[in-house]
């Protein structure tokens, strides 16, 4: 089959189209064709090795984590599905290597969940990592009616989901981003405001109390103002910087499969409650320029690739 692959660790250059060996069904896996494949930041993360110690390898790898297609085979115990059925899901295996960057990907049952007729394949593969990773975060800082939450990196693909399903949960909710995403934010029903230096002064005006929630989707110097603007009780949680939990009693998040909570987000796209943001699609062939346009970093949205 045809697949993006990468031999060994390295830049972008590392990247190749390739002709592999078509994946097979475990006895609780699928085999799904694939119809879209979303990008992420910790796919080419681990492309580089950073993430070594944390996260196993074997290369020859295809990255990609999030998928949307049909399923062509099922396992021997993989009665939820059937041979047909429109699938996504965020299907991170113990071991990188066949992502969802390739015609055919390997897909653990436990991850996956049926595809709504009324959502894209696009919109879809854009779904599982962001969607999860703002949904979980919401649930481990217990957002709720009534809150006041600052999302850091609202305007980015985890942000902008933390957003709308803060809001969908009665929150008010604040959002750092470059003047340049301020109209993008206040469509998502947050206010807007620019990181950086004014940030604490900024974030008072429109929040005199403070905020019961601070999630930080951004990292580096996002939490510094943390101590200023935490109501007493306040908690904090974050996809980036451990801190949130050594220094400020909340939360280091790493996002886990939950095919339960992939299905309530596809649902609610799907009946127009949550919007998904594609800052562009790229074809297989393209896989390369795909990632080398994320990792420029300031994508507002995400990034899908069609096969």
């Not at 879209?36 to 295809?62: C, F, H, M, Q, W």
């Not at 021997?76 to 429109?86: I, K, Q, R, Y």
């Not at 951004?218 to 603007?229: E, I, K, W």
């Amino acid at each position: 089959m045809k697949a993006l692959v990468y031999r060994d660790f390295g830049g972008n250059d590392r990247l190749e189209i390739a002709q592999i060996d078509r994946p097979h069904n475990g006895p609780d896996t699928l085999v799904v064709r694939v119809i879209a494949a979303g990008i992420n930041p910790v796919d080419y993360k681990v492309r580089e090795g950073y993430l070594r110690g944390a996260i196993d390898t074997s290369l020859p790898a295809v990255p990609g984590w999030d998928v949307s297609g049909i399923v062509e085979q099922t396992g021997l115990d993989t009665p939820e599905f059937a041979v047909g059925d429109a699938v996504l899901a965020y299907a991170r295996a113990d071991v990188v290597q066949h992502g969802s960057l390739a015609e055919f990907m390997p897909v653990p049952v436990r991850t996956a969940t049926a595809k709504p007729e009324r959502l894209s394949f696009t919109d879809a593969a854009a779904l599982p990592l962001t969607g999860l990773t703002a949904l979980q975060a919401l649930d481990r800082v217990a957002v709720a009616e009534g809150d006041t939450v600052l999302i850091h990196g609202a305007a980015g693909g985890v942000g902008s989901f933390g957003v709308q399903l803060a809001r969908l949960r009665g929150a008010t909710v604040v959002g750092t981003a470059s003047p340049r995403n301020h109209d993008y934010l206040r469509d998502l029903g947050a206010t807007p405001i620019s990181y950086g230096d004014g940030l604490v002064t900024a974030a008072r005006e429109v929040a005199p109390n403070g905020f019961d929630a601070i999630m930080d989707f951004a990292g580096g110097p996002s939490l510094d103002a943390t101590p200023d603007l935490l109501t007493e009780g306040g908690r904090v949680v974050s996809i980036a910087d451990a801190r949130a939990r050594t220094e400020f009693g909340g939360h280091y998040l790493w996002v886990r499969p939950d095919a339960g909570q992939l299905a309530e987000l596809a649902h609610l796209t799907a009946a127009g409650e949550l919007r998904v943001e594609i800052a562009g699609t790229y074809s297989l062939d393209e896989g390369a320029a795909a990632y080398a346009a994320l990792e420029k970093g300031h994508t507002r949205g995400k990034i899908v690739v069609t096969i």
